[in-house]
């Protein structure tokens, strides 16, 4: 009986491992949400990294982490540095790119409760008077890295 209990247990591991073995090296992913805001509102609450917290569904998550902020408070080279619980972990982003009403690209590094570099950006695209913003993030895989990311509600 403990003999096939074992062999089962190979069994299993076996077959994770080369699920494991299967899984890309990069990642992709993007989700879409659509704003009753002009694109320039919507974009300027993105593009200002200390209007997140009135936002952000990672602020929610954590309402006590400690936040910092580096550099010009909005567009390119604007710097923000969290650390919070395990839910929020320890972080920096950093704003790449910003044109503004279209596009703010960001770096994400991040330190606990795992080690990697991303890259965010956001999208907005003026319909009517409504915006439609993409959210995109995309990097190296990593073991411990969740893929259950919150929704986000500007």
Partial sequence: MLKKALI??????????????TKP????VSRTATFTAPAETVFAQVNDLQKW????????????????FEGPQA???????????MNVGEGS?????????????????FLKPFEATNTAEFTFKPEGNQTVVTWSMHGKSQVHQQTDEPGFRL
């Fill in 53 to 68: 917290n009135a936002w952000s569904p990672w602020a929610k998550l954590d309402p006590n982490a400690k936040n910092s």
């Fill in 93 to 109: 982003m950093t704003i790449t790119e910003s044109r503004p009403n279209e596009l703010v690209t960001f770096r994400l590094d």
């Fill in 25 to 28: 090296d990069d990642f992709s």
């Fill in 75 to 85: 567009g390119v080279g604007a710097v923000m540095k969290w650390a919070g619980n």
């Fill in 8 to 21: 089962a247990l190979l069994i299993v591991v076996v077959v994770a491992c080369a699920i494991a073995a």
